[in-house]
Nanobody, 113 residues
Framework: QVQLVESGGGLVQPGGSLRLSCAASRRTFNSMNWYRQAPGKEREFVAAISWSGGITNYADSVKGRFTISRDNAKNTIYLQMNSLNVEDTAVYYC????????WGQGTQVTVSS
């Protein structure tokens, strides 16, 4: 079972940016995903990236503001988040293999003035 560790969360003002990282314990040859869960809401899909990085997919709510990328040499994926708003406040999770796959522990992102 691959271990996933997220980092990079924090408190940011509306309109600000953050970059999340997710380090895997070994090389993966799969697509990887970011999900998030806001207080009182179900976990939702945010973004996905293919193994090569050539194919990406985004939730409509983040399209144009978030960018997913990966560095396979470092076994790491990233989520660059720009133009953050209060609705982006959530715990962000890295995922491998879909909802029944591996999950990180999550990193808190809080957007507040």
């Amino acid at each position: 079972q691959v271990q996933l560790v997220e980092s990079g969360g924090g408190l940011v003002q509306p309109g600000g940016s953050l970059r999340l990282s997710c380090a895997a314990s070994r090389r993966t040859f799969n697509s990887m995903n970011w999900y998030r869960q806001a207080p009182g809401k179900e976990r939702e899909f945010v973004a996905a990236i293919s193994w090569s990085g050539g194919i990406t997919n985004y939730a409509d709510s983040v399209k144009g503001r978030f960018t997913i990328s990966r560095d396979n040499a470092k076994n790491t994926i990233y989520l660059q988040m720009n133009s953050l708003n209060v609705e982006d406040t959530a715990v962000y999770y890295c995922n491998l293999g879909g909802t029944s796959g591996s999950w990180g522990q999550g990193t808190q992102v809080t957007v507040s003035s």
